[in-house]
């Protein structure tokens, strides 16, 4: 059978890539590039992933998005090697949904968008808060396919399916805390 790559990464050094498999098996898979040879393998979910990225920040984690589900990886030395550690997202209140694009924060975190236009903020595989703009509307309509952390200009910049892109600070997205007793969204733009 022929298999695809649904998305292909590679780590920061160039070092390393990540890739990650179409159906039927969905396998994450770390390649050493200098070496010509696989690191290390494991599947990354059940349904179709869209997205695998390393962080820019730490070689060591990876993030994968697709049907459903956004999952934060860490590469750790275990006692029999090194292995791939997968935490799948919990959404909470928030209603389940694909994730074509994300970005990872300095600090770990990672701003992730939705099938419906809506950004979230997730911190250790939690979702910390969704973000709405000053008139309580979503980020966008329809499904948010691009996020990008531009530091120099300290934004992130989303696009979605509506056309449109939309810069947001970083700083206030970053720092970003809700009463999650009282709502989850947090106004910014």
Same mark, same amino acid.
């Given at each position: 059978?022929?298999?695809?790559?649904?998305?292909?990464?590679?780590?920061?050094?160039?070092?390393?890539?990540?890739?990650?498999?179409?159906?039927?098996?969905?396998?994450?898979?770390?390649?050493?590039?200098?070496?010509?040879?696989?690191? /290390? %393998?494991?599947?990354?979910?059940?349904?179709?992933?869209?997205?695998?990225?390393?962080?820019?920040?730490?070689?060591?984690? /990876?993030?994968?998005?697709?049907?459903? %589900?956004?999952?934060?990886?860490?590469?750790?030395?275990?006692?029999?090697? /090194?292995?791939?550690?997968?935490?799948?997202?919990?959404?909470?209140?928030?209603?389940?949904?694909?994730?074509?694009?994300?970005?990872?924060?300095?600090?770990?975190?990672?701003?992730?968008?939705?099938?419906?236009?809506?950004?979230?903020?997730?911190?250790?595989?939690?979702?910390?808060?969704?973000?709405?703009?000053?008139?309580?509307?979503?980020? %966008?309509?329809?499904?948010?396919?691009?996020?990008?952390?531009?530091?120099?200009?300290?934004?992130?910049?989303?696009?979605?399916?509506?056309?449109? /892109?939309?810069?947001?600070?970083?700083?206030?997205?970053?720092?970003?805390?809700?009463?999650?007793?009282?709502?989850?969204?947090?106004?910014?733009?």
């Amino acid at each position: 059978a022929e298999r695809g790559y649904a998305s292909l990464n590679f780590n920061h050094a160039g070092t390393k890539l990540a890739s990650v498999a179409t159906a039927p098996d969905y396998m994450l898979t770390v390649w050493d590039w200098d070496q010509e040879r696989v690191e /290390l %393998h494991t599947k990354a979910f059940g349904q179709d992933v869209y997205s695998v990225s390393f962080s820019v920040d730490d070689d060591n984690r /990876l993030v994968t998005s697709g049907t459903g %589900h956004i999952r934060f990886w860490k590469i750790a030395s275990t006692f029999t090697g /090194l292995k791939l550690q997968g935490q799948i997202g919990k959404f909470g209140k928030v209603e389940l949904s694909d994730i074509s694009a994300f970005v990872e924060l300095p600090d770990g975190k990672v701003i992730s968008g939705t099938e419906n236009g809506s950004l979230l903020l997730w911190e250790g595989g939690f979702m910390k808060c969704r973000f709405t703009r000053e008139d309580g509307s979503s980020g %966008h309509k329809g499904d948010v396919t691009y996020c990008y952390l531009d530091r120099k200009e300290g934004c992130v910049i989303t696009g979605g399916a509506d056309g449109f /892109l939309r810069w947001w600070p970083f700083a206030t997205m970053d720092s970003a805390e809700v009463d999650t007793d009282v709502t989850m969204d947090f106004s910014c733009e």
